[in-house]
């Protein structure tokens, strides 16, 4: 059995193709989502990106980091750019920018669309540190461009669960991103497990609802 240090030793974990690609699908709903379309006549759409892509306005769309290759094969029509920040996507996926979320900015203004879902690139942060990045994602967008953001709030760092009324939290959060951000609240979903007694007396400890696209869903409009 070798130590942990050996495996936190950078010098001692292969870099090839495969690893880096197994490593990247580890637990990736919508990418098994994309092998199974691939291989099946029946094609299958996640139902809240169906939801999504039914507020999408005419124009070109931009999805970031949330597996948007399998959304972009069922589409072919349609004008939607794949942008992910893992350089290994480029590999299986070579109808893609490769990008980092600080590259964005090199676009410019040019989605009417734009697409960010329960991103693990965006996971433990801060509010704050969300906003930053939402800050960068705004650089991409054109005025009047639909925002549709989704993430779990057991990803999210900074306050007391036990203190804070979360749904208030967050979305006073959104709200305020009109003022700092020219972002307007248009649509919100925020869904927490229900605490209830069970009939044995004991209650339900599975996760939030929707950990695939995550429990916490906000639509804004850039102005």
Same mark, same amino acid.
């Given at each position: 059995?070798?130590?942990?240090?050996?495996?936190?030793?950078?010098?001692?974990?292969?870099?090839?193709?495969?690893?880096?690609?197994? *490593?990247?699908?580890?637990?990736?709903?919508?990418?098994?989502?994309?092998?199974?379309?691939?291989?099946?006549?029946?094609?299958?759409? &996640?139902?809240?990106?169906?939801?999504?892509? $039914? *507020?999408?306005? $005419? =124009?070109t #769309?931009?999805?970031?980091?949330?597996?948007?290759?399998?959304?972009?094969?069922?589409?072919?029509?349609?004008?939607?750019?794949?942008?992910?920040?893992?350089?290994?996507?480029?590999?299986?996926?070579?109808?893609?920018?490769?990008? #980092?979320?600080?590259?964005?900015?090199d676009? =410019?203004?040019? &989605?009417d669309?734009?697409?960010?879902?329960?991103?693990?690139?965006?996971?433990?942060? #801060?509010?704050? =540190?969300?906003?930053?990045?939402?800050?960068?994602?705004?650089?991409?967008?054109?005025? =009047?461009?639909?925002?549709?953001?989704?993430?779990?709030?057991?990803?999210?760092?900074?306050?007391n669960?036990?203190?804070?009324?979360?749904?208030?939290?967050?979305?006073?959060?959104?709200?305020?991103?009109?003022?700092?951000?020219?972002?307007?609240?248009?649509?919100?979903?925020?869904?927490f497990?229900?605490?209830?007694?069970?009939?044995?007396?004991? &209650?339900?400890?599975?996760?939030?609802?929707?950990?695939?696209?995550?429990?916490?869903?906000?639509?804004?409009?850039?102005?």
């Amino acid at each position: 059995m070798k130590p942990i240090e050996f495996h936190l030793d950078k010098s001692n974990q292969k870099d090839d193709f495969k690893t880096k690609y197994l *490593q990247f699908r580890v637990g990736r709903i919508k990418h098994q989502l994309w092998l199974n379309n691939r291989k099946s006549k029946k094609k299958c759409l &996640y139902e809240s990106d169906k939801a999504v892509l $039914d *507020q999408c306005q $005419d =124009g070109t #769309t931009g999805i970031f980091n949330s597996a948007g290759y399998y959304i972009k094969d069922l589409f072919p029509e349609h004008k939607i750019d794949v942008i992910e920040s893992n350089p290994v996507v480029k590999d299986f996926y070579p109808n893609c920018l490769h990008l #980092t979320r600080e590259q964005l900015i090199d676009l =410019g203004p040019i &989605y009417d669309n734009f697409i960010v879902t329960n991103a693990r690139s965006d996971h433990w942060v #801060t509010m704050q =540190g969300l906003s930053d990045y939402f800050a960068i994602y705004c650089k991409v967008m054109k005025d =009047g461009c639909r925002f549709f953001y989704s993430f779990r709030d057991t990803q999210m760092l900074g306050f007391n669960r036990l203190k804070v009324d979360m749904e208030k939290f967050f979305l006073s959060w959104a709200e305020g991103l009109k003022e700092s951000h020219g972002l307007d609240l248009v649509r919100h979903d925020i869904n927490f497990k229900k605490k209830i007694q069970l009939a044995d007396g004991e &209650y339900d400890l599975t996760e939030n609802p929707d950990t695939t696209n995550g429990n916490i869903k906000f639509v804004f409009v850039k102005r």
